[in-house]
C-alpha cells in the first residue's frame, strides 16, 4: 500500500504517484496487457493511479473502445439488478447487442469483467465527487455524497460485491486501497489531523450516513413513509444528514474524536 504521508505529499504537490514493476521480467503476454487495461482503465484518470501498459490501450481501434464501453455499459445495468452471482453474460451481450463471445475477449470471465465496472465507476464518482482538501469543501462534501448516489448505481454494486466477496480480498484490492489511501490523505489535510486512522474514521462516518438510505431503501422507506419519497421529503432528509456530517466534522475540528 501507498505509505500515507508519501500520498499527503504527492496530494500536496499536485502529482500522482505510480506503482512501478519489481526486479523480475517485466515482458507481458497479451493476454496480461489486456486484463491490467480491463481492470485498472478507470484509475488512469484519477490523482493516484497505477504504471499501465499503455500499449494495450493504443492498440484498440475506436470501434473496440466502442465496444469496451457498450459492454461496460451493459454490465453495470445487469450487476447493479442481478449482483455478481446473479447476473448473466447472455443477458449483457443482449443488453450491448455485442456478441458474447466478445465480452471473453475483452475481459477474460464475469469476475473480471465486475472488477472493470467498479473500477468505471469509482472513476465516475471521483470526477463528479471529489474529496475536498479544505474545510469549506468538507462541509458541502456530505450533501454533494448524498445527491450523487441518489442518482448512482454505486451504492448498489458495493452492497453486491460486499456480499459475493465478504471477507475475502477484491479484485484489484490494491487499486482499491491506493484510492482510499488519496481520499484519507485529502481528508487529513481539511481536517488538520495528522493521523491516518482517525480520517478513515471520520471517512468512513461521513460516507456512511450519506449513503446509508441508499443501500436500505426499503428501511428508508419504512420510516419516513410515503412523504419520504416526495421531494420535500427527500430535502428534510438530506438536510438532517448534513447537519449530523457537520456534527461529525466539528467534533474532530474541537479535538473530541
Not at 488519496?182 to 480520517?199: F, Y
Request: glycine share 8%; with cysteine.
Amino acid at each position: 500500500m501507498l505509505p500515507f504521508w508519501a500520498a499527503l505529499q504527492w496530494l500536496a504537490a499536485g502529482r500522482a504517484p505510480e506503482r512501478t514493476r519489481g526486479g523480475g521480467a517485466d515482458v507481458k503476454t497479451v493476454e496480461e496487457s489486456r486484463r491490467e487495461c480491463n481492470h485498472l482503465v478507470g484509475f488512469l484518470n484519477h490523482p493516484v493511479g497505477c504504471a499501465v501498459d499503455y500499449a494495450c490501450l493504443m492498440a484498440e481501434t475506436p470501434k473496440a473502445q466502442a465496444t469496451r464501453a457498450k459492454l461496460l455499459e451493459a454490465a453495470e445495468a445487469e450487476f447493479s439488478e442481478h449482483g455478481l452471482a446473479g447476473a448473466r453474460v447472455d443477458r449483457i451481450a443482449e443488453r450491448s447487442g455485442v456478441n458474447k463471445q466478445r465480452i471473453y475477449a475483452y475481459f477474460g470471465n464475469k469476475e473480471a469483467l465486475f472488477a472493470a465496472v467498479m473500477t468505471k465507476v469509482y472513476a465516475h464518482m471521483s470526477d463528479a465527487v471529489p474529496i475536498p482538501v479544505t474545510e469549506e469543501g468538507l462541509r458541502s462534501y456530505v450533501g454533494e455524497v448524498f445527491d450523487y448516489h441518489r442518482q448512482s448505481d454505486l451504492v448498489r454494486l458495493l452492497a453486491w460485491e460486499g456480499l459475493h466477496y465478504r471477507d475475502k480480498p477484491i479484485p484489484d484490492e490494491k487499486e482499491r486501497e491506493a484510492y482510499y489511501v488519496h481520499k484519507t490523505a485529502a481528508l487529513s489535510l481539511a481536517l488538520g489531523v495528522d493521523d491516518p486512522a482517525t480520517a478513515a474514521r471520520v471517512l468512513i462516518a461521513l460516507i456512511g450516513i450519506a449513503s446509508w438510505p441508499f443501500i436500505v431503501p426499503q428501511q428508508r422507506r419504512l420510516m419516513l413513509g410515503p412523504d419520504g419519497e416526495t421531494e420535500s421529503g427527500w430535502a428534510l432528509l438530506r438536510a438532517s444528514v448534513v447537519a449530523h456530517g457537520h456534527s461529525i466534522i466539528d467534533n474532530v475540528l474541537q479535538g473530541a474524536v
